[in-house]
C-alpha cells in the first residue's frame, strides 16, 4: 500500500511540474457571444505581434493562432522552424499575404489587442 501510494505522488508530482513548466503547450481561449455576434480567439503556444499591431511577428514553434469574428476566420500557424502559415476561413494555407489578405490580418490583430490577447 505504501508502494502504490508513493508511486501516486510521484505521477501527482509530474503532473503539477509538468503543468507549472506549461510543458505540452499552452492554450488559451478568449470567447465572446451577444447579441447575433460571435467572436472567439484561440491560441496554443505564445503569438507575437509587429510593433505596429499590424500582423503576427512571430509564434513560438508548433504554436498557432486562430481568430474568428462571426463569418470571418484567420488561422496562422508555425512549424517548428518557426516559419508561418496562414489560412482565411478555411481556404487554402499560404506563406506570403496579398494585400487584402494583410489588412485583414491588421484588423484581427487590433481585434484580438482588444479584447485582450497582447503582443509579447
Known amino acids: 500500500?505504501?508502494?502504490l501510494l508513493g508511486y501516486v505522488l510521484v505521477v501527482i508530482g509530474l503532473i503539477a511540474l509538468l503543468d507549472a513548466c506549461h510543458i505540452g503547450g499552452r492554450h488559451t481561449v478568449i470567447s465572446e457571444n451577444g447579441n447575433g455576434r460571435e467572436r472567439r480567439i484561440e491560441y496554443w503556444g505564445h503569438v507575437y505581434f509587429t510593433a505596429d499591431s499590424t500582423g503576427i511577428s512571430r509564434i513560438s514553434p508548433n504554436g498557432k493562432?486562430?481568430?474568428k469574428n462571426n463569418d470571418f476566420e484567420i488561422s496562422?500557424?508555425?512549424d517548428y522552424n518557426g516559419r508561418i502559415t496562414y489560412q482565411f476561413n478555411d481556404g487554402e494555407k499560404k506563406k506570403e499575404l496579398d494585400n487584402n489578405e494583410k489588412i485583414s490580418l491588421a484588423n484581427a490583430v487590433r481585434d484580438m489587442m482588444k479584447v485582450g490577447h497582447y503582443a509579447k
Do not use: P, T
Open 1 to 3: 500500500m505504501k508502494k
Open 65 to 67: 493562432v486562430k481568430y
Open 76 to 78: 496562422a500557424e508555425s
